[in-house]
T-cell receptor, first 110, second 112 residues
């Protein structure tokens, strides 16, 4: 059974204080690892897809990396507008189903 | 530029009632899916479709039916609502399976 675990559940940072969110996965034949951002009362918004170990992608203050067992979302010098819940999800096998982690709720204080 | 549209946004039902949650996308995506989101449990897949006329079960399909008669629409039916189905329901679509999914803003459903 595919499993995706995110840590920590919640993270509070001061503005400008860099940190990383973790996503550990156990899937049979990873087809893709996805990161999403979710704001309160909204649906998840796509951020990145990573396909193979060693791959990295960046967008503004966010950088996602992938190893054979986990993915990290690095947040550099965060701003209050980066506050959201960050979700990761893994696609395996036929790629017809995504398995989501339960998310990390990030709060960036001014 | 609508993307994925879900209706209604909020709904309250009584136990035993039935209803249909609507989902429509205007991006000509082949893959569509329904998730429920509960506190501390993340998003769980209910049903999905890889094209018109083709549907399949996800992780938590019991109590729900789907059909896909057109590429654009993918309604989710609750047959006989139960309090355990109180949740936030999200519809999503992608060009095909394995591609990044676009989500609607959800339907918040309460079963009394």
């Amino acid at each position: 059974e595919d499993q995706v675990t995110q840590s920590p559940e919640a993270l509070r940072l001061q503005e400008g204080e860099s940190s990383s969110l973790n996503c550990s996965y156990t899937v049979s034949g990873l087809r893709g690892l996805f990161w999403y951002r979710q704001d309160p009362g909204k649906g998840p918004e796509f951020l990145f897809t990573l396909y193979s170990a060693g791959e990295e992608k960046e967008k503004e203050r966010l950088k996602a990396t992938l190893t054979k067992k986990e993915s990290f979302l690095h947040i550099t010098a965060p701003k209050p507008e980066d506050s959201a819940t960050y979700l990761c999800a893994a696609s395996s096998g036929s790629a017809r189903q995504l398995t989501f982690g339960s998310g990390t709720q990030l709060t960036v204080l001014p | 530029n609508a993307g994925v549209t879900q209706t209604p946004k909020f709904q309250v039902l009584k136990t035993g009632q039935s209803m249909t949650l609507q989902c429509a996308q205007d991006m000509n995506h082949e893959y569509m899916s329904w998730y429920r989101q509960d506190p501390g449990m993340g998003l769980r897949l209910i049903h999905y479709s890889v094209g018109a006329g083709i549907t399949d079960q996800g992780e938590v399909p019991n109590g729900y039916n789907v059909s896909r008669s057109t590429t654009e629409d993918f309604p989710l039916r609750l047959l006989s609502a139960a309090p355990s189905q109180t949740s936030v329901y999200f519809c999503a679509s992608s060009y095909r399976e394995g591609q990044p999914q676009h989500f609607g803003d959800g339907t918040r459903l309460s079963i009394l």
